[in-house]
């Protein structure tokens, strides 16, 4: 599959469909070890004069090790493929080479890893990171409900760097 470079102004999109019901693999790396893990939690929006991602990671994610080292990272999007983003959001590519094992395809764009079989990429490059604290809630079952190990999420701003389609 190739891909071709899009305006963000043109880019039809549903964040509550295509985040929280269709789901996005959140991917990071360099050519030599990349890896991906599915999200559901995040945002698109404005901020700071910038179009920003809002992504977020608890500590024992292994992707976040990834995210954390490189500048950039990749959204992507998918028709479908539900059955492999499951597994992408339920074994880690720590213990194993998930990536295979769903039968997905790495590709880099500008560098960045992504998937052959997405139907949208996201470029993004980290603007702010900082971890979810406790006393920020201002609904304390927030907390409770959400945060039972202490393992409380990074938030991650990202500018959108670049828009890619499936071509
Ligand atoms: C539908 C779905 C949505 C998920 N959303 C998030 C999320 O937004 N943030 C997060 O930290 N983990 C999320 N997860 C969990 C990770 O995808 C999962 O723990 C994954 O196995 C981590 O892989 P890794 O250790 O290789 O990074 C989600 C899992 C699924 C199935």
Same mark, same amino acid.
Do not use: E, K, V
């Given at each position: 599959m190739s891909f071709k470079q899009v305006k963000i102004e043109d880019l039809q999109l549903n964040p509550w469909h295509a985040i929280g019901q269709d789901w996005m693999l959140v991917t990071a790396g360099d050519e030599q070890k990349a890896n991906t893990m599915t999200a559901s939690w995040g945002g698109l929006g404005v901020l700071w004069h910038e179009n920003v991602a809002f992504v977020f990671l608890r500590p @024992?994610?292994?992707t976040k090790e990834f995210v954390d080292a490189q500048p950039r990272f990749s959204l992507s999007f998918f028709e479908g493929h539900k059955k492999e983003l499951s597994l992408l959001g339920s074994v880690s590519g720590r213990e194993r080479d998930k990536i295979a094992e769903a039968g997905l395809h790495l590709t880099f764009l500008d560098g960045v890893p992504t998937f052959e079989e997405a139907r949208l990429v996201l470029l993004v490059q980290k603007l702010y990171a900082d971890e979810l604290r406790p @006393?920020?809630?201002?609904?304390?079952e927030l907390d409770g409900k959400n945060y039972a190990q202490k393992d409380y999420h990074t938030m991650y701003v990202a500018k959108i760097e670049k828009v890619y389609t499936a071509d």
């Open positions: @024992q994610r292994y @006393q920020g809630f201002i609904l304390p």
